[in-house]
């Protein structure tokens, strides 16, 4: 699947669960395969709405059974690390939280995951938009479990 077949896709999920997007959104939508090249299996689809020095909203689309393989978002400088809140808006996403059991989230559910915690996440059969609302974002930091993984 190329990366405007992808885009396409995740826009069409996000439609579907009643999720608007601009134009200029849509085709922004960032497709990350971690470096890994099995989008599929290991990826993840982002609409980045709002990114600041305190905050951030994002649009998380997950197609079947894809994941987002295990990281955390440490410290930088003063910053204790992203703290975020995933609420689920359709399909099932499966949340593993260091120190927890799994945790299932359907529509209308949420689970906030605290600063600097191991986590990974995978969509159910059927795929997943998950909108998550955090302190600053800071991808470039983000420290994953699986050396190989680029993001």
């Known amino acids: 699947m190329t990366g405007a077949e992808a885009r396409e896709r995740a826009a069409a999920m996000l439609a579907e669960a009643g999720i608007v997007l601009t134009t200029a959104e849509r085709e922004a939508i960032e497709v990350a395969d971690f470096g890994l090249g099995r989008l599929e299996e290991i990826g993840l689809q982002v609409v980045v709405y709002v990114n600041t020095k305190r905050v951030c909203a994002k649009e998380l689309v997950l197609f079947p059974r894809q994941m987002c393989p295990e990281h955390r978002h440490p410290p930088v400088g003063d910053d204790p690390g ?29 689970w906030t995951i605290p600063p600097d915690t191991l986590h990974w996440f995978q969509a159910g059969d059927e795929g997943a938009v998950v909108s998550e609302f955090s302190t600053r974002s800071r991808d470039e930091t983000d420290v994953f479990s699986d050396p190989r993984i680029v993001r």
């Open 82 to 110: 992203k703290e975020e809140t995933f609420r689920c808006r359709s399909g099932l996403v499966r949340l593993h939280i260091e120190g927890e059991d799994e945790i299932v989230l359907q529509p209308g559910e949420q």
